[in-house]
């Protein structure tokens, strides 16, 4: 029996890819993989673990160095990273959506909203636990991944290839420093290694997506296997980033709101308010007769709600960040700290306003060795977290 080379569950966690048993999320059309070419360890490996799989497919990730078992059991779907040693480095579980964690589902909705879920995938053994999700959203198919507090770590865009097959297929793959190649290693020499992980290109082709730490900095770097640097990204851990533009040009939707809501108005200004390039708010500015009103609206173009009816003049928005100290932090932001992350330490925090409103609170923490940057919206309920 042949098998598609895939790639492999991603960051610190075995994220498995999301797939039914009759679909397999196999995004490669490299070469097949016959069982006479897995050695015997490692299909040895995963029969030890699985003695009733009624189908393994294998496949290859690093050559003669790391295989992927494809397991469909009776109970259960799984996906299994093996060394060619025969010790299995990772492992994951196919799960339903309500065993996600809380903070991933909120995640999921504050930055998929309306997005379509596919599968999740739990890592049930390796150096770093966690969860991997697929799902679908603006019709591109995303792998998303969390460690094992529900924190954010990386996503992988349009990787999971064509239905119409058998078996989990793998996306990507956590991979430990000294298993990266001898040239990727000598690369990020010097740095501070986080993780890395490691895909397969649609030519077959592995490149390692690396996490480093330059000087207190997170960068991350995209790597080939002869140690090129593909492309280099500095981790925003600055916190809010809030521009305003001109609308030269009214979209759609607020034209039929105004339309529909300000009858006879003249338009006097129109401004967007983008967080991180994301537009969050608009604010325009209109006359109705001899009255000059402001209306805030959100991007879904409804009016927010310390903003029914519209304003009295005009008050063009005023954007603010302020710095915060651990003592200016709310207290439903600490006492979801205190109940998620037990013994946090303060890093450094910040707020975004508009007109003086909040709109959302960042807070970089540590936890024993790792930092978070959590988001919280201007209530101080949670929104996300990223490990950094």
Known sequence: MKTKISLIAFVSLLALNACTKDQNVDPQEATMLAPQDVPVLVTQAVSKVYPKATSVDY?????????VANVIAPTTEAQVVVSNKGIIKEEAVKIAKSELPAAILTYLDTNFPGSTFENAFKKTKGEKLGFRVELIFNKEKYSVFFDQTGAFLNQITGLQGKPGKKGPAPVATEIALIDLPTAVKSTISGYTFKRAFLVKDPKGMEVYHIRIDKLGVPYDLVVDRTGKILHTKEVNTKGPNFTKIELKTLPDGLISYLNANVTGYKLDYAVAILK???IVEYHIGVTVGTTKKDIHL???FQVLPQHQGGKSGHNPPNLGIKELK???LPTTVKSYLDSKYAGWAFVKGASGSVDNVVKFYHVVIEVATKKYMIEFDGSGAFK?????
């Open 59 to 67: 496949s290859t990730l690093q050559t003669n160095s790391l295989y």
């Open 276 to 278: 991180d390039s994301v």
């Open 298 to 300: 959100d991007a879904k």
């Open 326 to 328: 651990a003592s200016d």
């Open 384 to 388: 996300k977290a990223v490990s950094l």
